[in-house]
């Protein structure tokens, strides 16, 4: 665990060393050829190891199997949810979703079988990176993380944060907590399929595609679907036009 968190920490600060070495259009992603270059290396890492694995996982693991299997994760996902509910004083969301982790603990078989979505207990998503946005703490400067994907500055002293909770990385034995982290990453890969698949139709950049629509998402959760306007958007509004009446 510790190890995990100092390399986190690591690549962090050496993104933000070379902060003032990388200059880029778009003032959120200062870092853009760093980032492009950690892209790239992720996409080659993941057709090689990643997607294949994930492909025959998905062949070989029943429907019903794979549904259990992502309730399971879901469900330890939901303790860090309700920890940063009560960070966020949502005290209203943390009621529910303390009762859909005790509920889908119990009835649902350690998490294996939803029971809580049909009782009107929704799934939230809330993690430290988001609870950090709530204090008033900005995204900093776009990151790509090696492995892990898309972040910024913020998420990933969150990702940190979490991760030192998350029940998954704090089970031992370290070899049964390894095997459980392989099985939530590729059970995770193996639900991006359609997505990525729209993402290869759609994007004429996949890498501005992926950080633009990480950004968007993640500012949506921070503000809970209803985020202010961003201060850079002004600049994409034209200047109006001055009335004939009123020129000399």
Same mark, same amino acid.
């Given at each position: 665990?510790?190890?995990?968190?100092?390399?986190?920490?690591?690549?962090?600060?050496?993104?933000?060393?070379?902060?003032?070495?990388?200059?880029?259009?778009?003032?959120?992603?200062?870092?853009?050829?760093?980032?492009?270059?950690?892209?790239?290396?992720?996409?080659?890492?993941?057709?090689?190891?990643?997607?294949?694995?994930?492909?025959?996982?998905?062949?070989?693991?029943?429907?019903?199997?794979?549904?259990?299997?992502?309730?399971?994760?879901?469900?330890?996902?939901?303790?860090?949810?309700?920890?940063?509910?009560?960070?966020?004083?949502?005290?209203?969301? =943390?009621?529910?979703?303390? *009762? $859909? !982790?005790?509920?889908?603990?119990? +009835?649902?078989?350690?998490?294996?079988? &939803?029971?809580?979505?049909?009782?009107?207990?929704?799934?939230?998503?809330?993690?430290?990176?988001?609870?950090?946005?709530?204090?008033?703490?900005?995204?900093?400067?776009?990151?790509?993380?090696?492995?892990?994907?898309?972040?910024?500055?913020?998420?990933?002293?969150?990702?940190?944060?979490?991760?030192?909770?998350?029940?998954?990385?704090?089970?031992?034995?370290?070899?049964?907590?390894?095997?459980?982290?392989?099985?939530? =990453?590729?059970?995770?890969? *193996? $639900? !991006?399929?359609?997505?990525?698949? +729209?993402?290869?139709?759609?994007?004429? &950049?996949?890498?501005?595609?992926?950080?633009?629509?990480?950004?968007?998402?993640?500012?949506?959760?921070?503000?809970?679907?209803?985020?202010?306007?961003?201060?850079?958007?002004?600049?994409?509004?034209?200047?109006?036009?001055?009335?004939?009446?009123?020129?000399?």
């Amino acid at each position: 665990m510790h190890s995990t968190l100092l390399r986190i920490s690591g690549i962090l600060l050496l993104s933000l060393g070379l902060f003032g070495c990388a200059t880029n259009g778009d003032p959120r992603d200062p870092l853009e050829p760093l980032n492009r270059g950690i892209y790239k290396f992720n996409d080659v890492v993941d057709k090689a190891v990643i997607k294949p694995v994930a492909t025959g996982y998905k062949e070989a693991m029943p429907s019903p199997v794979r549904t259990a299997i992502g309730n399971f994760f879901s469900n330890l996902d939901d303790v860090l949810v309700l920890l940063n509910d009560l960070l966020q004083f949502k005290f209203e969301q =943390a009621a529910s979703d303390f *009762s $859909r !982790l005790a509920w889908n603990t119990t +009835v649902g078989i350690a998490g294996l079988v &939803d029971v809580g979505t049909p009782m009107e207990l929704p799934k939230h998503n809330e993690d430290f990176g988001q609870t950090l946005g709530r204090w008033g703490i900005g995204n900093g400067p776009y990151l790509v993380l090696p492995i892990l994907g898309p972040s910024t500055a913020r998420d990933t002293v969150g990702l940190a944060f979490d991760s030192y909770y998350d029940p998954v990385w704090r089970h031992t034995p370290v070899d049964e907590r390894n095997s459980a982290v392989a099985l939530h =990453a590729v059970d995770t890969r *193996s $639900r !991006l399929f359609k997505a990525e698949e +729209v993402l290869d139709e759609a994007a004429l &950049d996949r890498y501005v595609f992926l950080r633009d629509a990480y950004l968007q998402r993640r500012r949506g959760l921070v503000y809970d679907g209803n985020p202010p306007r961003e201060k850079f958007e002004d600049y994409d509004d034209p200047a109006p036009a001055t009335p004939a009446s009123a020129k000399p």
